[in-house]
């Protein structure tokens, strides 16, 4: 699931004590509700009010913030159990991020009731996994729509914490699971790596409903909103095309952090193996 520097070995006091501070160190301060959001032409206003996602975002953002704010009492460290509140609190800023814009531009948004958790730890890995699927695609999209100007320069660069916050929010997962999984008596860790597996799976499934859908075949839900807006964002690319840009996009935004700790390979590796697949043009 994740790569690590030879020297470092996952599950120790180092890597605990470095995945805290990590995570700790690098949040960023900001208020939603404090944002001076831009002007936006008529054009810019219709094309943003246009997309479809916004209720789906914030729904899932609302889910997300729940389930990990809840997750923090799987944790008995005090600094790990502060990071993963943290992550709860950054989760609900992006919900409050997305309201703010919504009533701002006058984009129709209902607030979900807050989510309950039923099952903290496999609540915690769905939307964990759930968010490396949907954050790898994002940072393709996001490069996309800026490099079109689909969006205002304003805009971008309100959202570009965001998008970086996520991979921070991912690169914390995996590193957690892996140490999550470290502290388990040994016969239990077998059973670990099965309820990992079933959950990826489920994820697989879903995303490659959405994916045959994009290519005009049927089956796809509608809770992959980072995956189903490259069809709303007026950028012309091919589906190979978007892979690769998100296999960049993933390598430069992983590249600032420490290179002690352990990096996504999941998405990246089945994204990897989907764009030798495909074809130049499809």
């Known amino acids: 699931m994740s790569d690590v520097a030879a020297s470092f070995a996952a599950g120790t006091d180092e890597h605990r004590r470095l995945l805290a501070r990590f995570f700790l160190d690098t949040h960023l301060e900001y208020v939603p509700e404090m944002i001076n959001w831009p002007r936006l032409s008529a054009a810019d206003h219709a094309r943003l009010a246009g997309l479809s996602i916004w209720q789906e975002a914030v729904a899932t953002e609302n889910v997300t913030s729940h389930t990990v704010a809840a997750a923090a009492a799987l944790e008995s460290d005090p600094e790990i159990r502060k990071a993963i509140e ?16 919504a009533s701002r531009y006058g984009i129709p948004v209902t607030t979900p009731k807050p989510y309950v958790s039923k099952s903290l730890e496999s609540d915690f890995m769905s939307a964990g996994f759930g968010e490396c699927f949907d954050s790898f695609f994002a940072f393709g999209l996001f490069a996309l729509g800026k490099k079109s100007g689909y969006f205002s320069s304003e805009l971008i660069d309100i959202f570009e914490p965001v998008v970086q916050e996520e991979a921070r929010h991912i690169l914390f997962f995996v590193n957690w699971v892996n140490h999550r999984r470290s502290q388990l008596p040994w016969w239990r860790r077998p059973l670990f790596r099965l309820r990992c597996g079933g959950i990826i799976l489920k994820k697989i499934m879903a995303r490659v409903r959405t994916a045959r859908s994009m290519r005009g075949r049927s089956g796809a839900g509608n809770d992959n909103f980072t995956l189903t807006a490259r069809q ?51």
């Open 232 to 282: 709303e964002i007026g950028v012309s690319i091919t589906l190979r095309g978007l892979v690769g840009t998100c296999l960049s996009e993933n390598d430069r935004r992983m590249a600032v952090y420490d290179p002690r700790l352990l990096r996504p390979r999941l998405v990246p590796s089945i994204a990897r193996f989907i764009y030798r697949m495909l074809p130049a043009k499809d």
């Open 86 to 101: 943290l992550q709860g609190f950054e989760e609900n800023r992006h919900a409050r991020l997305l309201v703010a814009l």
